[in-house]
């Protein structure tokens, strides 16, 4: 579907650069994304074409129309899929790590889209198509669960209640340092990093976002939390710890220092999962322990703690 947009500049974007003004009016779109709809003529400024430097004036019009993405076929692949639930209407996945949620930019196959369309062949008409069935996401490296819707009517309820928030997501994570307070809530907006267009960061223009968490166990040099997503903005847990200094463990993008424990990935698992039932209304619960690295992660950030407790007290 083609959208379009139209905007009025308002003093606070006056001589704001056009492709800077988009981006922070179209968050679902890449800046590169947005210089190519301008240079193709996509955008117009006062119903002329413009350049993605040009410093907008208060009051100008700008139009944007974004054209479709052209037709796409996702194949179904054998790829085997740890599923906890499923009926005539969805699936949960435990989703392992490393797995990607749906074909993009430079991974067309192997995803977790590609395995549940040779499980449920009629989902390629479910939503998005190259995201069929797909009302929420993981990041790659996050391990855990994950509900596919296989109907329309399923696709539309579960969408409903992921925007209503009604759909819990809580995850466990193992995060730098030992965190001061036993429960917290962390406000902060979350949008594009200004430099680094592939990350995501904490900006005063960003989307609203909150995570609430609590200390399940301290350890010398770690935490485990447990950490509950009200919002459901890109890497927002990652995003939140890192922004209170407290960056998830073996985080490779936002953790900012070596990964000691050998996780490999980020120490991020989604362990429980609850929604009403799109036919029947029925609560749905599921919890799903942490896969093995998570677990040996854990096992690692304990024994630092005990060598640690044991040199204090040869040293006393």
């Not at 129309?65 to 639930?85: H, M, N, Q, Y």
């Not at 949960?92 to 490393?98: C, D, E, F, L, Q």
């Not at 993981?138 to 969408?159: I, R």
Request: aromatic residues 4%; without cysteine.
């Amino acid at each position: 579907m083609t959208e379009h947009h139209i905007y009025y500049v308002d003093a606070a974007h006056e001589d704001v650069r056009l492709d800077t003004f988009l981006t922070a009016h179209l968050p679902a779109h890449s800046r590169s994304r947005i210089k190519a709809l301008i240079e193709t003529g996509h955008v117009t400024v006062d119903r002329g074409t413009a350049k993605p430097a040009l410093h907008l004036r208060r009051g100008q019009r700008v139009e944007v129309v974004v054209p479709p993405p052209p037709p796409a076929t996702v194949a179904p692949e054998d790829i085997p899929l740890p599923v906890v639930f499923e009926d005539e209407h969805l699936l949960v996945i435990n989703k392992p790590p490393a797995l990607t949620v749906h074909p993009g930019a430079g991974r067309p196959s192997g995803t977790l889209v590609n395995a549940v369309l040779a499980r449920v062949p009629g989902l390629a008409g479910v939503g998005s198509r190259q995201r069929p069935g797909i009302v929420h996401r993981l990041d790659k490296d996050t391990s855990g669960l994950l509900v596919v819707a296989k109907t329309p009517v399923a696709y539309a309820s579960l969408s409903s209640q992921v925007a209503r928030r009604t759909v819990n997501r809580t995850y466990l994570a193992l995060v730098h340092g030992v965190l001061p307070h036993d429960e917290r809530t962390i406000t902060a907006p979350i949008g594009r990093h200004p430099r680094h267009r592939t990350r995501m960061a904490v900006v005063s223009r960003g989307r609203e976002a909150i995570t609430r968490y609590r200390v399940l166990e301290r350890l010398a040099r770690y935490t485990l939390v447990e950490a509950h997503l009200v919002t459901g903005r890109t890497h927002q847990i990652r995003v939140h710890f890192a922004h209170i200094g407290h960056p998830v463990a073996g985080d490779p993008v936002y953790a900012g220092r070596p990964d000691e424990l050998g996780i490999g990935r980020q120490a991020l698992h989604a362990h429980r999962l609850q929604f009403l039932h799109p036919a029947s209304g029925k609560e749905m619960a599921f919890e799903a322990p942490p896969p093995a690295d998570f677990t040996a992660a854990v096992e690692r950030a304990r024994a630092q703690g005990a060598a640690q407790d044991r040199r204090k007290g040869r040293h006393r």
